[in-house]
């Protein structure tokens, strides 16, 4: 069974759109690096639909199990990440589900 790791970021208004490309630039160069992550994608809120709630950049990052994403989490990696992309953040939310 497959675990998505869903979230929503709204960055801080002084967050440039370099800054959050970066942002998500470093967080797509933990594939490879922390087992079990097998992909990720991301991008800009994009719809007329105006049920974003202020977020403006989704993610979903794919583990092959329940498991790694749990040994994703205090990863040492992932600790460097959110050293770069949490101090650009005002809200953030994640979900997580299996497939």
Same mark, same amino acid.
């Given at each position: 069974m497959m675990t998505r790791h869903?979230?929503?970021f709204? &960055?801080?208004e002084t967050v440039s759109?370099?800054?959050i490309e970066f942002c998500f630039?470093?967080?797509k160069a933990m594939i490879g690096k922390i087992p079990g992550?097998?992909?990720m994608?991301?991008?800009a809120y994009d719809s007329g639909e105006g049920l974003n709630d202020g &977020?403006?950049?989704g993610f979903i990052m794919t583990f092959e199990s329940p498991e790694s994403r749990d040994a994703y989490l205090p990863h040492p990696?992932?600790?460097e990440v959110k050293n770069v992309v949490v101090p650009n953040l005002e809200r953030v939310v994640v979900f997580d589900f299996n497939v």
């Open positions: 869903f979230g929503m709204k &960055f801080k759109a370099e800054e630039v470093t967080m992550l097998l992909g994608e991301y991008g &977020f403006t950049h990696v992932h600790e």
